[in-house]
């Protein structure tokens, strides 16, 4: 039973639009979660995260929305850069564990520019 | 820092053959994760470690996967005998604490080959 799923393996946008990716985890026990990002061959680097007792957090360009009800979260960013193209990974995790995180498949982000 | 140090890189082994991967967390950082990575089942967590100590294996997929991290400064994942599904890239990842707010800092992982 996969517990986080990215139900997207791609995605391509225009330069300067939005790219949404979008998560959906099924374990009610997760609290805390992550987006990572990942450029071949490197390890993923985290990006942004959202507590549960949150609905929505943003760091510049980045926005993760969190929706508990329907276990639903994306990541929105705006605009879209050509070096923004990666693969991203949407991860869940309890708060008082967040280190010990279940990682969706990854969604590839093509930025077009 | 120099960040999270994985060696080798790379490893082609045959069948059969013993192998050990290696991971320099950050320093200071009490927790170290090992994931692998395939195409089949994504990025799966095997075992991590806090304060040098196991914590949770339940990931390990068999008894020929082992870790261990005799210090704070150096974990090794060692598979023996190796098959070829072990094929994968294989990533140590380091946090300072367990709480939200303390992601987890990746290497740039090992690509494993298993002829």
């Known amino acids: 039973d996969q517990q986080v799923k990215q139900n997207s393996p791609s995605l391509s946008v225009q330069e300067g639009r939005i790219s949404i990716l979008n998560c959906d985890y099924t374990?009610?026990?997760?609290?805390?979660f992550l987006w990572y990002k990942k450029y071949p061959a490197e390890g993923p680097t985290f990006l942004i995260s959202?507590?549960?007792?949150?609905d929505k957090n943003e760091d510049g360009r980045f926005t993760v929305f969190l929706n508990k009800s329907a276990k639903h979260l994306s990541l929105h960013i705006v605009p879209s850069q050509p070096g923004d193209s990666a693969v991203y990974f949407c991860?869940?995790?309890?708060?008082?564990?967040?280190?010990?995180?279940?990682f969706g498949d990854g969604t590839t982000l093509t930025v077009k520019p | 820092d120099a960040g999270v140090i994985q060696s080798p890189r790379h490893e082609v082994t045959e069948m059969g053959q013993e192998v050990t991967l290696r991971c320099k967390p950050i320093?200071?950082?009490?927790?170290l994760f090992w994931y692998r990575q395939t195409m089949m089942r994504g990025l799966e967590l095997l075992i991590y470690?806090?304060?040098?100590?196991?914590?949770?294996d339940s990931g390990m997929p068999e008894d020929r996967f082992s870790a261990k991290m005799p210090n704070a400064s150096f974990s090794t994942l060692k598979i023996q005998p190796s098959e070829p599904r072990d094929s994968a890239v294989y990533f140590c990842?380091?946090?300072?604490?367990?709480?939200?707010?303390?992601?987890?800092?990746f290497g740039q992982g090992t690509r494993l080959t298993v002829v």
């Open positions: 470690f806090n304060n040098n100590v196991p914590i949770d």
């Open positions: 959202i507590s549960s007792i949150k």
């Open positions: 990842a380091s946090t300072p604490r367990a709480r939200g707010g303390s992601e987890a800092f």
């Open positions: 374990n009610s026990m997760f609290d805390y």
């Open positions: 320093s200071g950082h009490d927790y």
């Open positions: 991860a869940a995790s309890v708060y008082t564990n967040a280190g010990k995180s279940t």
